[in-house]
């Protein structure tokens, strides 16, 4: 199957001038690839058309006719820096196989035919920029970053919200602001992104690694009382794409042992548990507003408290340990955590639009769920009890007990980045790379989160992703042969 509308930018060299600007003016994009036995041999804009005819050239004339320079391109498996480099020079850039082949283009509005997940930004995002810039305040003041606080406090149901310039430095300010000794233990799942670990290890304290659900991904609670010793004193609880763990006997487990409780929402936003939206259970709760976030300022964090007293540490402490009652008299070691008014603009914009964007991530995965469910090597995550999962990406695992699982897992990928669908695997987990490795624990195998690691594919699921897209994909998996 050609890629969607790739087939409007593909001209023969057998066909003329007007069959090409027909091309070019369906496709919109100024531009269109000719090929030879199916390989490209060069690029040819209307622009080259217009200067053709002008030098007597006619309409009749096949396209192979007009002079061309030398065209640019990438291949496959390109270098991001140097295709954002080739588009800052060039309207579209072909994508090309190790055949030749163009497999798909690229251009200052999209990097891939369907990418893994975008912004979406046609609300207010531009008009508050906008009022921030004319205002003069860009930098960590100005009325928008305490007006996005706010909101968000309201949206979330917390009283008490701090914006941060990251979902990692949210992460280390909730950490920073338990005041913990050196070498403490916080326990981390072992399959997550890294931020979590590595916010433990900047912070001074020694992370636990604890395996994780097959079916939440999200830490397991008999893995988690394996791990705690007498040393243990926080569990950063991770909300992995969306899901939630079993929240109320960790809750009640954690109490029992004194044991700081805070939730990594950055994957989580607009995930409910028995209709409390998650960040609201453990002592904190951090978000992240990175660009592929559901909710997106670019870079920018937010943390969550139950607890004023610790709103206000954190506060200092974010904004370089400075006293609040006297200006550059810093009573605390601190950081500079601060998101910027330019950024909260943007964030105050996102919101509020983001029941809309939450609701059509969870029509997007009905959608997959819906035609891929009757392939049987193929695992969706089933639906929790008490649980709304917000689904940040959608995913599936590829079914482990099925014979080559992991190449199938790989090959099906690779299959489906050549049709120009941005597929990926999911992370792997902390304890198979070198750097983690003397944080596992010895009770502990974590067969659930090598399994993971070798099985989960994420798929394209930006707000904006059409079901066209949606069905376009999935009958191109359905179409995949397992070998």
């Known amino acids: 199957m050609t890629n969607i509308n790739l087939v ?9 001038l007007r069959s090409a600007l027909k091309k070019i003016n369906i496709s919109g994009l100024g531009v269109c690839f000719l090929i030879k036995d199916n390989k490209l ?8 058309i217009r200067r053709s005819l002008l030098n007597n050239l006619k309409l009749s004339n096949k396209v192979n006719k007009v002079k061309l320079k030398k065209f640019i391109f990438v291949k496959e498996k390109h270098d991001f820096l140097d295709l954002q480099n080739k588009i800052s020079k060039y309207k579209i850039v072909p994508i090309l196989n190790d055949k030749r082949e163009v497999i798909d283009y690229a251009s200052e509005k999209r990097f891939r035919q369907i990418p893994q997940s975008e912004p979406l930004l046609k609300g207010n995002e531009l008009k508050y920029i906008t009022e921030s810039i004319k205002s003069g305040w860009i930098s960590s003041r100005g009325k928008y970053v305490n007006l996005f606080e706010k909101k968000f406090s309201n949206f979330v149901k917390s009283p008490y919200s701090l914006s941060t310039s990251s979902g990692t430095s949210a992460l280390q300010l909730a950490i920073a602001t338990l005041k913990l000794k050196k070498n403490d233990e916080i326990i981390v799942p072992d399959y997550t992104f890294v931020s979590p670990i590595n916010s433990i290890i900047h912070s001074n304290c020694k992370p ?37 763990p079993e929240l109320q006997k960790i809750l009640n487990f954690c109490k029992k042992n004194n044991i700081k409780i805070i939730e990594d929402c950055a994957e989580g936003f607009g995930t409910k548990y028995k209709k409390i939206h998650v960040g609201n259970f453990g002592d904190f709760g951090t978000f992240s507003f990175f660009g592929n976030k559901t909710i997106s300022t670019g870079e920018g964090g937010m943390v969550i408290f139950k607890k004023y007293k610790d709103y206000v540490l954190a506060k200092k402490l974010r904004d370089h340990g400075m006293s609040q009652a006297k200006k550059y008299w810093h009573d605390e070691i601190g950081f500079n955590f601060r998101l910027t008014n330019i950024q909260a603009a943007v964030g ?94 010895k009770k502990i195998n974590y067969n659930n989160s090598k399994i993971i690691s070798d099985t989960i594919i994420t798929l394209p699921s930006s707000v904006n992703l059409k079901n066209k897209e949606i069905d ?11 070998n």
């Open 8 to 16: 409007n930018l593909l001209v023969n060299e057998s066909e003329t």
């Open 41 to 48: 041999i060069n690029v040819i804009s209307d622009g080259d």
């Open 208 to 244: 636990v690694l604890a395996d994780v659900d097959l079916e939440t991904l999200c830490i397991s609670f008999d893995s988690l009382k394996k791990v705690v010793s007498r040393r243990t004193k926080a569990l950063i609880l991770v909300h992995l794409y969306g899901n939630s």
């Open 348 to 441: 105050c914009a996102q919101l509020e639009n983001a029941n809309k964007f939450i609701k059509r991530k969870i029509e997007i995965h009905k959608r997959y769920k819906k035609k891929l469910n009757e392939l049987n090597y193929i695992i969706f995550p089933k639906d929790q009890k008490y649980t709304k999962n917000s689904h940040w990406l959608s995913y599936f695992k590829i079914n482990d007990n099925i014979k080559n699982h992991k190449f199938i897992r790989n090959d099906l990928i690779n299959y489906l980045n050549k049709k120009g669908v941005e597929i990926r695997t999911g992370f792997f987990s902390a304890q198979q790379m070198k750097i983690y490795k003397k944080y596992k624990d």
């Open 472 to 482: 376009y994909i999935c009958d191109l998996i359905l179409k995949y042969k397992l």
